[in-house]
């Protein structure tokens, strides 16, 4: 999921309430912490 994304919902899934971790590198994605199946902007990155 987009790090932009993840920040306006303060690091939650919007789709599936899950938390996601934080972008600390700044590659301008995160990841889900515990649902890896849950697809709402899978692999999409802030360019």
């Given amino acids: ?3 932009s994304t993840a920040q306006r919902h ?3 899934c919007p789709k ?3 938390d996601l971790t934080k972008d600390l590198q700044g590659k301008g994605w995160v990841r889900h912490k515990n649902n890896s199946n849950c ?3 899978k692999g999409l990155k802030d360019r």
């Fill in 39 to 41: 697809d709402f902007e």
């Fill in 10 to 12: 303060g690091y939650v």
């Fill in 1 to 3: 999921m987009k790090t």
């Fill in 16 to 18: 599936c309430k899950d």
